[in-house]
């Protein structure tokens, strides 16, 4: 799902650059891996009898740990780059192409994010009122971060004052908060 994700959102560079290596190698969409682990963890313990929120918290507890150590390889790579900028923050990294300028660090604050996310979820695992809970503050943070940092790139394609990346990252809010709503409305019921 996540390689999908990535000739969908890299269609320029793809096109651009046809190569087998291109094709194989142009980096895994995290959109891909967060909705396979998620529907993973939705739909698997159904199968097996499980509860599902309790499967849901215990991805939505490794999903940002993931995304800190895969956002290494990132900056590692010169992907997800930020854009170019003279103002406070730059720093002096390349894009994908090796072009070396002072840059938005979106794949360190990319790290960032999903470092304190895991540790904010680990400490607060125990504080939840729902089963499910610990997936919907992380959709939710996640979200609200990703829209934060993806207005920095300089590698996403602009829909209007929005990049496709921001659109996803709402999202994600909006599905954070959706559930969140059903299962408050659901919980004042009893």
Known sequence: MGMLNTWLFNIRSIIADPSWQRLLFSGWISYGGILGALSYALLFPKIKEYDSGKTLDIVALVLPLFEG????GCLLNGCCYGKVTT????????????QWAM???TQILYTVLGFGLFFMLWLTRKNIRFEGELVVRY???YGVGRLSIDGLRGDLMNLGWLNLHQVLDMGLIIIGLSIWYVVAHKMTKR
């Not at 150590?69 to 290494?72: A, G, N, T």
């Not at 923050?89 to 192409?97: K, N, T």
């Open 69 to 72: 150590v895969y956002r290494i």
């Open 87 to 98: 103002g406070y923050g730059g720093v002096f990294l390349p894009d994908v192409l090796g």
């Open 103 to 105: 840059r938005y660090p």
């Open 139 to 141: 959709l939710v943070l």
